[in-house]
């Protein structure tokens, strides 16, 4: 069977009062170092082979694959030292099947005469004792990491169903040197591009839902105001610089509008803007609480956000046009940061307790929480595009980092960068 051609293609602890730099991306010079932890309650044993002539190539494509789908927490890695395979061998599913595995991986990557790479993989499901399919690739050689993490996701929905993440991306801001940088990577934390650099803090980022855009705040007016830019060009435009205070912007799923908080009555309240920047802000919430840290759902039905109304910082939830508030939380008397799943079912957010701030998820079906850290200096939490990984800002050995984790919290991956610190993750959309 021939293979199809696929062409390449804080402020930290931030505070209620004061929650919430146009330029090329030149390449991060620190890159992560992704430590997987933890065993998933259920996992697929997999074998994946290094691809034939990966050795000296610009990218270990074989050990990205496994790196990704371990992170998953729905996949183990079985140990295939010294196993000759590649997408034209027939193994021999017999002696595949007494090693424990359920499903195979070969492939192979050469160097064309163009000096583009030809990436092809084979996929062979053991417990079948079928081929499962495979495809093959013609890259330059910085697309590389790319096509690894295709491949992973191809893989990993061949076998649960469901669509990979690990050809998304990730934003989030470092601060080190004395000055602030917004950069993009892949979702494994390497190929960080900086997408800004200032003198001044900058919080907040969010995607737009396409993955062209990043909004965000900076403070490099002294103020802060939300601006807009193009992850491609590095243009940008600023879409709220009110009187006050103007912050904490949340993405409209159809990327027609914002929800910002803005101060523009005297104390921080909700508002709905033209992602295009102009217009008048449409006021949603009306009072004298501090409401901020708006949060759309992806129907665009409902927004999550904070609200001291009851007295402490609490998630509530009301219609996305303005309406009657529904409280969330009630255990804590400080509970900020809400990120609602894809699909709506779950809610992840940041509670103070005695032993610091921790991450925490709730199940919005049955109302039960989970605790998935235990670090006490949680923050930001975001979720994948497809729903099954969250990641977080956390401090550990006296320096941020981030980290990822399943909703069970049994899988975590750290993303350690040196010499910085690490704040303010959010994960992009899948790719279009």
Excluded: C
């Amino acid at each position: 069977m021939s293979l199809p051609h696929l062409p390449s293609s804080t402020l930290r602890r931030r505070s209620l009062l004061a929650l919430p730099l146009a330029a090329g991306l030149p390449a991060a010079q620190a890159q992560f170092r992704v430590e997987i932890s933890g065993v998933g309650e259920t996992q697929v044993p997999i074998a994946i082979a290094t691809f034939r002539g990966e050795a000296g190539m610009p990218q270990p494509i074989s050990a990205i694959i496994r790196a990704d789908l371990e992170r998953s927490g729905l996949f183990r890695n079985l140990d295939t030292t010294g196993v000759a395979l590649d997408e034209g061998s027939q193994p021999a599913m017999d002696g595949w099947r007494s090693k424990g595995a359920d499903a195979l991986v070969g492939g192979s990557i050469a160097k064309l005469a163009d000096g583009r790479f030809d990436v092809r993989y084979r996929l062979w499901d053991v417990v079948k004792g079928t081929d499962a399919g495979g495809a093959s690739y013609a890259v330059v050689a910085g697309d590389l990491r790319l096509v690894a993490h295709q491949i992973a996701d191809a893989i990993y929905e061949k076998l649960t169903g469901e669509k990979g993440v690990f050809a998304t991306r990730i934003a989030y801001v470092t601060k080190g040197g004395g000055r602030f940088q917004l950069w993009v990577a892949d979702a494994d934390g390497e190929g960080a591009q900086s997408a800004l650099t200032s003198r001044e803090p900058i919080i907040s980022p969010a995607w737009s839902p396409d993955g062209r855009e990043l909004a965000y705040v900076s403070f490099e007016k002294r103020k802060a105001v939300v601006y807009v830019q193009s992850i491609a060009s590095g243009q940008r435009r600023a879409v709220a610089d009110f009187k006050g205070s103007n912050s904490a912007p949340t993405w409209s799923p159809d990327g027609q509008s914002l929800v910002v908080t803005l101060t523009l009555g005297g104390v921080s309240q909700l508002y709905r803007i033209p992602a295009k920047g102009g217009g008048e802000p449409r006021r949603l919430t009306h009072g004298i609480a501090i409401d901020t840290e708006a949060h759309w759902t992806a129907d665009g039905s409902l927004l999550y956000f904070v609200s001291d109304r009851g007295g402490s910082p609490q998630i509530y939830r009301m219609p996305a046009e303005g309406g009657n508030p529904q409280r969330l939380t009630f255990n804590g008397n400080y509970n900020i940061s809400p990120s609602v799943s894809p699909d709506g079912k779950s809610l992840a957010y940041v509670a103070r307790e005695d032993s610091g701030f921790r991450l925490k998820v709730t199940d919005l079906l049955t109302n039960s929480t989970r605790d998935l850290s235990s670090n006490g200096a949680d923050e930001s939490p975001s979720f994948a595009p497809n729903g099954r990984l969250l990641i977080y800002a956390t401090r550990e050995g006296g320096r941020d980092l981030l980290m990822t984790t399943t909703l069970d919290g049994r899988v975590k991956g750290r993303l350690v960068i040196s010499q910085l610190d690490v704040r303010e993750p959010v994960w992009g959309p899948f790719r279009r």
